[in-house]
């Protein structure tokens, strides 16, 4: 396990190198915002509207409450919407994927209905209408998003079971008596656990993306400031851009969101390249 | 395959029914509620009154009935909000958001099928390298955040073109001044415009260069070449035309996804159309008004679907 690791970073070019440390250090923003913020994120502590300096290292917003201190305590809530939503929707679609090629007929067919409609549907505006009705609290966000995302991994999920399906290894298992579970977790599961680890950075990714616009919408959760809140507020503040404030209360979540989002497209890509290398 | 639109449209209608239906809290709680004080609520018979109203004291089927009965003579309800008729709204709004939608996506495919076509002829140079990882850093920009940008750059600082609406509020217009009318929509819709066509941009010129590879891989191609044809005649009479159909299925299926980056565009630019009526539906917990919205964004989104579905066909009939 530790070698198959060690295999992928080697083969990860300086781009994915680059860009998985920037992940890792806004998580660590986030876990280690204690040491790391000195100022509260939820209590002014400065004038307000104050340019960067020694004491706020980002400036403070409209209320006074420090901006690197709400970053860093921010980069948790979509941290934690984007891990929540990628196992929920990732898993648990990978999970209907395998049911669903391995069974074959109704129940494939089902699932498969399924997953065309979810995948139809726009999707946007059905988080934005469930997010209005539902609430935005941080649970209800990984469900809401998690609801579109798990239709392409169980598409993926389900078409390389069906090829595994008519392997020799696998007809002679079954014909030993295998059962649905222990092929699962002896052949099926290391033959997608690559896909499977792709498409949960691809719906991370995803997720960060769509938490973000929906906060900027105003469908977010109010208590846990995450990076969309705070640029939908600094974006509602009348007469912002005449002002000389954004130039760190609106550049600041935009550079983090935005380096966050090429990361893990760089980190998903990179994944993507040298899985499909050991093929 | 028309089944399993019909399908999803009667899903997308019951969930539309089902949703405030299945929202905890009950409408006819409070008459109003003050901050911790005072709450005033319905007397009995005015919550049987309101109930029999708005036929709540019936059966889920029969409000389901009703609301397929409602919605087949093309009645979507009342807005809360703005007290007329939701049809009405939409009939206002929805041809600003076409019009964007329209526009943006047809110049964003002709500016990426040409820069897809341009990439595949500096194929292996430092050019089409260059090109490639710009698209894909500019496709991954999510849109609200270039629009603000743009908002920013060009709107405010430069004042090259006005910060928000979709036309000037002042101004009277009739058919003698159609011109000036058309200038002051172009003007206004630039930016928007703009926008969505970098949003989708990066998709276009990804799918336009793989297509153009995988065309140029084919045997008839090499017989070109051999015959002597110029690069130019080679790449747009030959093979452009064999890679279109994947490109013009994209085109249609864009013009579905564009419209949920187009409710974040309109927000930014405040721009008159049904994503920014959406978004005042929510600021304003008009449920009738948003399930309008929603409804009529989930149909558009479906006959697209359609056409790329039935233009594939047409196109590409070995395509099962």
Known sequence: MAAKIKTIWHRFTLGGKVSLAIIIGIAAMWMLSPMVARHSHRIPSGPVLEAPSAVHWLGTDDLGIDLWAQLCHGAGASLQIGIGTALLAGVGGSLLGVLAGYHGGKLDQLIMGICDMMMVVPQLPSMIVLGAFFGAGRSNMIMIIAIFAWAAPARIVRSKIRSMKHDKYIVAASSYGAGFFHLLKTHFLPGILPLVVVNLMRIFSHAIVAEAGLAFIGLGDPIAKSWGMILNRSLNFPGIYFTAYWKWWVVAPVAFLISLMLALAMVGRDLERVVNRKR | ?320
């Open chain 2, 1 to 320: 395959m028309i089944r399993r639109y019909v399908i999803t449209f009667v899903f997308i209608v019951t969930v539309n029914f089902l949703i405030p239906r299945l929202m905890p809290g009950d409408p006819f709680l409070y008459l109003s509620v003050e901050d911790g004080q005072v709450n005033t609520s319905f007397s009995e018979e005015q919550t049987a009154y309101y109930r029999s109203y708005y036929g709540l004291d019936q059966s889920l089927l029969n409000q389901y009935i009703r609301y397929i009965n409602n919605l087949m003579q093309g009645d979507l309800g009342t807005s809360i909000y703005h007290n007329v008729s939701v049809v009405s709204l939409l009939a206002a709004r929805f041809p600003w958001t076409l019009a964007l939608v329209l526009v943006s996506m047809t110049l964003s495919c002709l500016l990426g099928v040409l820069l897809g076509s341009l990439s595949v002829w500096f194929r292996n140079r430092r050019s089409d390298e260059i090109l490639y990882t710009t698209m894909i850093i500019l496709s991954e920009i999510p849109p609200y955040l270039a629009g603000a940008f743009l908002l920013y750059f060009m709107a405010a600082k430069w004042q090259w073109f006005p910060l928000s609406g979709g036309i000037s509020p002042f101004n009277e217009f009739s058919l003698s001044n159609a011109g000036a009318y058309l200038k002051e929509l172009l003007w206004y819709g630039a930016l928007p415009v703009t926008t969505l066509v970098l949003t989708r941009l990066g998709g276009f010129y990804l799918i336009t260069r793989n297509s153009l590879v995988m065309v140029f891989d084919k045997e008839y191609m090499k017989t070109a070449k051999g015959k002597g044809l110029t690069t130019a005649r080679r790449l747009f009479r030959h093979a452009l035309r064999n890679a279109l159909p994947p490109i013009l299925t994209r085109y249609f299926m864009s013009l579905g996804m564009v419209f949920g980056s187009a409710v974040l565009v309109e927000n930014v630019f405040r721009y008159p159309g049904i994503g920014r009526l959406m978004q005042e539906a929510v600021m304003t917990r008009d449920y009738v008004l948003l399930q309008g919205v929603f409804l009529l964004m989930a149909v558009s989104v479906l006959l697209m679907n359609l056409l790329a579905d039935l233009l594939s066909k047409k196109l590409d009939p070995r395509v099962s």
